[in-house]
């Protein structure tokens, strides 16, 4: 079940994961949709943690030992910008790169090269609409596959994204970042790319373990 739905109080929600299969060590986007009465829902970043607060993924892989972690557990969080969005007739949606709170990317070294599994994700959302205060959660059953290939085609464009644009592009160092990739830093390092631009990626990229 890779969408689920739930209620809770006065609203419907539901969590789903976008491209499926998803690619073991690749992106895995998490879309969250809203329905009830109308409210101002509070939205959140971390500066420290780089995400948005409020959420949180657990997860386990079936017939594998393998940990799941957040990435951020040992970050002190120093807080960051609250702001709100509307929740409206239209309902209200949130994507998320499930990268940035759990280590999804140990998956890849689980599974036999071509091999597939399947991840049980629990989703969780501390909801803040008005005064209310609603703990949302589903769990997902999702559908990974190993595909070295194909990852190291994503990361190679995710690379390109960051080190090829006219202006930098904060998002896409995000999401490249959030990937962990063993081979990222010499791919950004090796690109030929503006020096400055090559320094700013690098910065924000996890130190070589």
Known sequence: MTEAHGTAAAYEYTVRIEELPVLAGGPMVAVWTLHGPPADVALGGSRTLNRTTGFSFAGTAE???????DPAADVVDLGGPMGARPLTEAGLTVSLLVNQYLTVENLRPAL?????????????????????QVPLELTLR???RRDDDALADVVRRQVEAVLRTEKPDEDALTR?????HPDTRR??????????RTAWALAALPAPS
Do not use: F, H, I, Q
């Open 142 to 144: 999702v559908p990974v």
């Open 63 to 69: 017939g594998l030992d393998v940990p799941l972690t």
């Open 187 to 196: 791919l950004v390092s090796g690109a030929d790319a503006d020096p400055e």
């Open 112 to 132: 036999p090269p071509g091999g597939s599994g399947v991840l049980a994700l629990r989703c969780r959302w501390d909801l803040v609409a008005g005064a209310e």
């Open 176 to 180: 490249l970042a959030a990937l962990r």
